[in-house]
């Protein structure tokens, strides 16, 4: 114990004897463990952050689609589509539902008075609104007779607010969506950027009746429906009543699987949960690599610093150090040099998290894990590149290291 | 009674073997040195000096015969053991002083109680500084090695080699960088420290600083040609004369 707090003074001081090259050295470690801090918390924020969107839905929300599967690269749909009749059971039936909404989307191409953009129209009833706690800026929603009656209004986004009526207020005034002229009853409040890119706020919502009515072609059925259980204790219990009506109204025998999906918030947040840690693995994955180089930086230091410091060697062996003594030096000055690259690199990450955030707004949270992450590879790279150069140091033959010119 | 025995061997030899090539370095050499003698070791250029202090200073393992060194058989001795005797029984003196760089006198005086595991030198500094005041350098503890003259360097190099109390100082051309003056100092020392007690044995090629020691043993070839004690000494003082100088 005293001979390795002893060792460790006497790599204290080699490194010491070489700052600017041991600081040189670290650099790799440096830049490695700030790469693996930032990439990890990037992909935890964005984790994060689509959990909170996704938790901005609500936590009652139970969504129910037609089942589909991937076959030769398109999706294709397994059994019977979501449709009225479906939904018209579920809305006798279904105690543990309180508010459910049928949902179509459509491609489109929508024109107002100042321009026109593709976009997508949601075809929904009034009901919508509430279970996803959409709110209002201006205006109004529609209501249960439009959707009766299949009036052609629509609600809007502000993104397509923008480009269809630029500085004209929307109101009242027309778009026409695929030609099809519909009014503008409510302008929805904004909400922003969604975490993995898509523009919230690029949306036409309109009574699902006129989107079928008029949009919707050939096509039957529902592309889904959203409900809101009653309340967040029976989203489990509105779940398995929904998969029961369903499946009887799909006449599915005992021994077959559902047609359909029923999803409640909680697994889509795992769901998202899993692929964004995938991500995030996968990131952290490539920043280890700058690390590992890193490593090999501080390997190829350490076998110039063995080489040249080979008559020290020598001397510290004629002296009475043992070859123990000599390798746990040099793996000591590699790992303090690594662990030094490990806290350096902790506060560039940590500094690099904040000039992101200032820069994008993008708000990162470094994690914790992050930093052991950083930190412990940052010294198992320093054990493992630094051993090398050790063992070669402690192997040395100290008559001819005594010699060495 | 006869003296304490501080080395001893018997029919050491030493092979080197390059290939198809062997030298013969060193061939059945026997000696004993005992406690408080002043040994020089002069001989030509190959003749094996360096070998000999070598295996002495158990850095290097003879081809053939026993080797006793303060009472322990050497040849016996695994690698840990020999740091140990290396650490605790012998010190070294190089040519080319072997100090480490851009530290200073003390932290060089101090290593080989670094790796004392004795737990003998429980203040390696305190050690360190009487060391380094015996070979009057008391004032340039803090010095760095860079900042000293060669002169100064070689007796940091004695220091170090005194601080861990060995049974045996083994001196290799101390004073082969050196100018006369300077080599004149270090002979001097090791008469110092001698007359102090302590047993030395120094390899050199000038007849000038052999003539310091109590006793010469000279080889040629790898086997001892003579061995006999020194008749009128060198001291300092009659050193310096013959170079014209005088005692400063
Ligand atoms: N590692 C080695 N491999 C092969 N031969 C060696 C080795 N070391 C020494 N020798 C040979 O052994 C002989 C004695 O060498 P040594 O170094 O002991 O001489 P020396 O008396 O110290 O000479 P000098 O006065 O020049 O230092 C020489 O012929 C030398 O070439
Ligand atoms: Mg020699």
Same mark, same amino acid.
Not at chain 1, 164 to 172: Q, S, Y
Not at chain 2, 25 to 28: E, H, K, N, Q
């Given at each position: 114990m005293r001979q390795l707090f002893k060792t460790f003074k006497v790599a204290f001081q080699a490194i010491n004897k070489n700052r600017s090259r041991s600081l040189l050295t670290v650099l790799g470690i440096i830049i490695g463990v700030a790469a693996v801090i930032m990439t990890i918390s990037a992909g935890e924020g964005a984790n994060k952050e689509v959990q909170d969107q996704i938790s901005g839905l609500g936590t009652n929300l139970v969504m129910i689609f037609t089942k589909m599967e991937h076959r030769g690269g398109s999706h294709v749909r397994m059994g019977r589509p979501i449709d009225k009749r479906d939904f018209d059971i579920l809305q006798k039936n279904a105690v543990w539902i309180s508010k459910m909404s049928p949902l179509v989307n459509v491609g489109v191409q929508a024109a107002g008075p100042n321009g026109y953009k593709p976009t997508i129209v949601y075809g929904v009833n009034h009901e919508y609104f509430d279970i996803l706690s959409r709110e209002l800026a201006l205006g109004d929603f529609f209501k249960e007779d439009d959707v009766k009656t299949a009036n052609k209004v629509c609600v809007i986004g502000e993104t397509t607010r923008k480009e !269809?009526?630029? *500085? !004209? *207020?929307?109101?009242?005034r027309q778009i026409r969506i695929d030609k099809i002229p519909f009014t503008v009853v409510g302008l929805l409040k904004e909400v922003g950027q969604g975490a993995m890119g898509q523009d919230q706020d690029d949306v036409i919502l309109a009574p699902y009746t006129t989107i079928q009515d008029r949009l919707y072609g050939h096509r039957r059925g529902y592309d889904m429906i959203m409900a809101s259980a009653l309340d967040e204790n029976s989203v489990a219990n509105a779940k398995i009543e929904v998969s029961e009506l369903l499946r009887e109204s799909h006449q599915i025998r005992p021994f077959e699987k559902d047609d359909f999906d029923v999803m409640t918030q909680v697994e889509l947040q795992e769901i998202t949960g899993n692929i964004t840690g995938i991500l995030t693995t996968l990131l952290g994955a490539i920043a280890s690599i700058s690390l590992i180089v890193g490593g090999i930086g501080i390997m190829n230091i350490m076998l110039v610093s063995v080489t040249e410091r080979t008559r020290e060697i020598g001397t510290r062996l004629a002296i009475g150090a043992r070859e123990s003594d000599i390798l746990t030096q040099f793996l000591i000055e590699a790992v303090v040099l690594s662990l030094a690259g490990g806290i350096l690199g902790t506060v560039l990450g940590i500094i690099g998290n904040q000039v992101i955030y200032k820069l994008t707004n993008f708000y990162i949270p470094t994690a914790p894990y992050s930093i052991m992450i950083g930190f412990g590879f940052a010294a198992l790279v320093g054990i493992a590149f630094g051993y090398f150069p050790a063992r070669k140091a402690a192997k040395l033959n100290p008559i001819d290291a005594l010699r060495y010119e | 009674m006869a003296n304490k025995k501080v080395i001893e061997t018997k029919n050491l030899s030493k092979v080197f073997k390059n290939g198809d090539i062997e030298v013969h370095? +060193?061939?059945?050499i026997n000696m004993v040195i005992e406690v408080g003698e002043f040994v020089a070791i002069m001989g030509a250029s190959g003749s094996g000096k360096s070998t000999l202090l070598n295996i002495l200073g158990c850095l290097d393992k003879p081809s053939e015969g026993d080797y006793y060194l303060d009472g322990v058989h050497v040849n016996k001795l695994n690698k840990n053991e020999l740091a140990a005797i290396r650490n605790q029984k012998i010190g070294f003196i190089f040519q080319s002083y072997n100090l480490l760089s851009r530290t200073t006198a003390l932290e060089n005086v101090e290593l080989p109680l670094v790796y004392n595991?004795?737990?003998?030198? +429980?203040?390696p500094a305190a050690h360190a500084k009487m060391a380094l005041e015996k070979v009057g350098l008391g004032n340039r503890i803090y010095h760095k090695t860079n900042e000293l003259s060669g002169g100064e360097q070689q007796r940091v190099a004695i220091a170090r080699a005194l601080v861990n109390d060995p049974a045996i100082i083994l001196s290799d051309e101390a004073t082969g960088n050196l100018d006369s003056k300077a080599s004149i100092e270090v002979a001097d020392l090791f008469v110092k420290l001698n007359d102090q007690g302590k047993t030395i044995m120094m390899i050199t090629h000038e007849p000038e600083i052999a003539q310091f020691a109590k006793r010469m043993i000279y080889l040629r070839d790898g086997r001892i040609l003579t061995d006999e004690p020194i008749k009128n000494r060198s001291t300092k003082e009659s050193a310096l004369l013959e170079l014209g100088l005088t005692v400063s």
């Open positions: !269809l009526f630029a *500085d !004209l *207020d929307p109101i009242g | 370095a +060193l061939t059945s595991r004795t737990g003998k030198f +429980l203040n």
